[in-house]
């Protein structure tokens, strides 16, 4: 755990760079992130349930555009983060890697006692596994509002109608 050495405001807490092993716990303890991939020239980003297994995140998905982005030559990002409302303390974890599909059969059978179970209905028989390269995570105080208020925010609109 080390600090940022960017700059904060007098008062405010740094942020806290956090240790690979912290952010590990951090994607156990929430089951939702997001995953980013590369589709037709520009970056998209879609919703997953996750599980991290052995030092690797696996999704599942159906047949479509994540799953095509996720499994092509560009390596993907996954991002997952969270907040203590009683404390205002939160934190943002990534992971970069490449995204492979699960094919072996113990694999397969491993994956499914992962109890992964997607929010969206449909079929998702394609489990996905990002092995990563890259794990950075980052905990900070959330800023009251009151810190960065302006003047503008408060300035009159122009009427939609």
């Not at 994607?27 to 599980?51: M, Q, T």
């Not at 404390?87 to 970069?96: F, H």
């Not at 509002?145 to 300035?155: C, E, R």
């Amino acid at each position: 755990m080390t600090n940022s050495s960017g700059t904060n405001p007098a008062g405010t807490p740094a942020t806290e760079i956090l240790a690979t092993n912290e952010c590990w716990e951090l994607l156990r303890s929430v089951s939702v992130g997001r995953l980013a991939v590369w589709v037709d020239n520009h970056p998209d980003i879609f919703p997953v349930n996750y599980k991290v297994d052995h030092g690797t995140m696996v999704f599942r998905t159906g047949e479509g555009t994540k799953l095509h982005a996720a499994l092509g030559d560009a390596p993907v990002a996954m991002e997952a983060d969270g907040v203590n409302a009683e404390t205002g303390v939160a934190w943002s974890v990534v992971i970069k890697g490449q995204a492979t599909a699960v094919t072996l059969t113990q694999d397969v059978l491993d994956t499914i006692g992962l109890l992964l179970f997607p929010w969206e209905a449909g079929q998702k028989d394609q489990f996905i596994r990002v092995v990563p390269s890259d794990v950075s995570g980052r905990r900070f105080t959330v800023t009251s509002p009151v810190t960065w208020w302006t003047p503008l925010d408060q300035a009159p609109t122009a009427s939609s109608e």
